[in-house]
């Protein structure tokens, strides 16, 4: 049940942030979309409360469980930036406003936006422990069974890391002939 409401809240969530767009840049009411777009966040207070009510009726502890901290704390870390690039891409294709720049492709610019994603990437990761954790004592069955996911994401952060801070390093970026 819970796995139902997760993917639920995952379609929600994009069909808010659509639903906001379109209703900000292409029915031109700008209020109305702020309003649906507001509502995105609470996607997350809907699967947390989904989560501890399961575990409050004597669910076990499950990768169920697991999966709606990670999704709250990527969320949490991502939402905000996720919502902006939807706002300006919506800008341009609904309403005519100039393409978003591009990401740069080396240099300084680069390597601060490489660092900051990771940083972004730590937060999610602090947040979705820290409700693995808390989910688990929650519980009263021990958390065992919800931080199973969680060293899997320990590796792929300590990948991102080196991965996002290479580019700090000279000689990272390839060299034009």
Known sequence: MLLAVIAGCEIGFWVLLVAGMVTRYLLKWPKAGLVLLAGVPLVDVVMLVAGVIDLRRGGEPSFAHSLAAIFIGVS???????????????????????????RPKGGPDRARRERQGWFRHLLAYAIGCGLMLALGLL???????????????????????FVSFSYSFPGREKQSV
């Open 76 to 102: 949490v870390a991502f939402g905000h930036q996720t919502i902006k690039w939807a706002d300006r891409w919506a800008a341009h294709w609904l309403a005519g406003a100039a393409r978003p720049a591009k």
């Open 139 to 161: 519980s009263g069955k021990g958390y065992d069974a919800l931080l199973g996911p969680a060293w899997t994401w320990t590796i792929v952060l300590v990948i991102d890391a």
